[in-house]
């Protein structure tokens, strides 16, 4: 009666005292009332039961204390994924033949029974997905038969116990989304029959990685991602040939061995993002020719990327939030064409044939004779400006800047042939022409602003699906400057229009308060996001940057803070709060941003400033 549609209650079975095995699994069972499991009681007497399956149900009642009665030739039994709620009761160990207990992905509360380890013959546990908490009991290591312990998505916390490492038939330890604390015992990684997965994520462990690892020569996934573990990368995990994934991400492991890592080359997953490893990224990556995903974000790698192997292919590797220069990027240099200056930005990413034959690999552009936003915001005051108090950008002329950047982010994602994503909107990338007239015309050519360096640029195959772009092809990795990148791109999170809208969103916000999003204030856990946004309730006026609000000819000390101005502050700060918000599809679309901001133009207009 497996994979049926089944529904209602399981009616009294003690009639069926010879029966041997139980199969309801997979249908529509139960209805969350107290008497779902009541049919156990009435399989007592079925003494030579030995498997009990109604998993993939509704059943969503207490568990009954009274499990321990049922018959002790009962070697399977299977309650997992149903509403089942209450406590493990000690009684359940009374089933002393029991090979497999599955109970994951119910309501169980508080802790494992001590009395577990009298399990002998167990070989199977799981437990995931529930509200357990307490300690880890050390009489699991009794079970010597046990092939696979799975305990994640619960609350148990205090350590790891030693006693896990008799466990010497284990194949599969997942221990990962608890509150565990503590170091990792060396006995655990010192399991020599692991081989399928090791998983102590998203706790809080800390100290080292054991050298010990060296033993777990058989093991294919480990992953020890979001912890609090620091020193080295042991050199001693080379030993662990057989690693096909590994995650080390979100620790504090600093300077790795060049050795550690050479000699993993079956590995098809390798993630060391967010801790402090520094040098350069080693070559010898080029040549695991297995690797699909290379995550190395947000460390203090510096040097060139490689060119060769999982390199070649953008869309496998993110190395945002390094001291990286990547080769498909180049140098820049102003030349004239036909009597125009151009900038010529030599790379590897395009390429075309010049008259003799040779390859081309540059991109030309129009060479904008006043640079960056950037210098227009946080010029150095050494720099020898020809009209320095033209330097300083009024209202009106920043709100021009910022809708042509909106238009042109639109243009991208939703008028392009294929939808782009840039990756790298930052002040540095926006040129401005010599016209600063505020001038917006309808031709992308002619925008007196530019969005520049599209060396970062995701074309992607498929259009928008809810916002969120998906199969895609690059021609580079993600490289952007701290503090402008989207959170979600330092998790692994594919690139998205959401990302560029982040981006928007930040420089929004620092184009109108005059802070860069690294300014040594945002620390702490205070962000030049969530600064605005508190400032937002009262303040707007006070985190503005003053010379926005200066009128032409008139004294430098002289300001307008008309109650218009403060208006259409509020308006604009507002719409950088909403793009920046953390979370992907909380985001404001972009073509609605645009529009949000021509009113507000239109409202400014309509005030007293020229």
Known sequence: MVQNKLTGKVPNLSRLQNLKRLLLANNQLGSGEADNLNFIFSLFNATNLHRLEVNINNFGCKFPEYIGNLSRNLEYLNLNHNHIFGIIPPGIVILVGLQSLNMQFNQFIGTIPSEIGKLQNLHRLNLDDNSLSGNIPS?????????????????????????????????????????????????????????????????????????????????????????????????????????????????????????????????????????????????YLESFILLQ??????????????????????????????????????????????????????????????????????????????????????????????????????????????????????????????????????????????????????????????????????????????????????????????????????????????????SFGILVLEMFTGKRPTNEMFKDGLSLHSFVKEALRCSVSEISDLTIFKIEGEEEESFIRGEKIVECMSLILEIGVICSLELPRERMDINDAVAKLHFIKDTLLGSEIH
């Open 139 to 283: 009489s699991l290591g009794n079970l010597s038969f046990l092939s696979i312990l799975a305990l994640r998505i619960n609350y148990f916390h205090g350590s790891i116990p030693p006693s896990l490492g008799n466990c010497s038939n284990l194949q599969m330890l997942l221990l990962s989304q608890n509150n565990l604390t503590g170091a990792i015992p060396k006995q655990v990684v010192s399991i020599s029959s692991l081989s399928i997965l090791l998983d102590l994520s998203q706790n809080q462990l800390s100290g080292f990685l054991p050298t010990e690892v060296a033993n777990l020569i058989n093991l294919g996934y480990l992953d020890v991602s979001y912890n609090l573990l620091s020193s080295e990368i042991p050199s001693t995990l080379g030993s662990c040939t057989s690693l096909e994934t590994l995650h080390l991400g979100n620790n504090f492991f600093n300077e790795t061995s060049p050795s550690s890592l050479s000699f993993l080359r079956g590995l098809v997953e390798l993630g060391l993002a967010s801790n402090n490893l520094s040098s350069e990224i080693h070559m």
């Open 293 to 502: 995903n290379l995550n190395l974000p947000f460390n203090n790698f510096e040097g060139v990327v490689p060119t060769q192997g999982v390199f070649t292919n953008a869309s496998a590797i993110s190395v945002v939030g390094n001291r990286l220069a990547l080769m498909g990027f180049g140098s820049v240099y102003k030349g004239v064409i036909d009597g125009r200056i151009v900038a010529v930005k030599v790379l590897t990413a395009c390429s075309t044939i010049d008259y003799q034959g040779h390859d081309i690999k540059a991109l030309v552009y129009e060479f904008m004779v006043n640079g960056s936003l950037e210098k227009w915001l946080h010029h150095n005051c050494n720099e020898d400006l020809s009209n320095e108090e033209f330097k300083k950008l009024n209202l009106l002329q920043r709100l021009n800047i910022v809708i042509d950047v909106a238009c042109a982010l639109n243009y991208l994602h939703n008028q392009a042939q294929s939808p782009i994503v840039h990756c790298n909107l930052k002040p540095s990338n926006i040129l401005l022409d010599k016209d600063m007239t505020g001038k917006l015309n309808m031709v992308w050519d002619e925008r007196w602003v530019k969005v520049g360096d599209f060396g970062l640029t995701k074309f992607l195959a498929d259009h928008a699906i809810d916002g969120l772009f998906a199969n895609e092809t690059s021609s580079i990795g993600i490289r952007e400057t701290i503090g402008y990148p989207a959170p979600e791109y330092g998790m692994g999170c594919e690139v998205s229009a959401y990302g560029d809208i982040y």
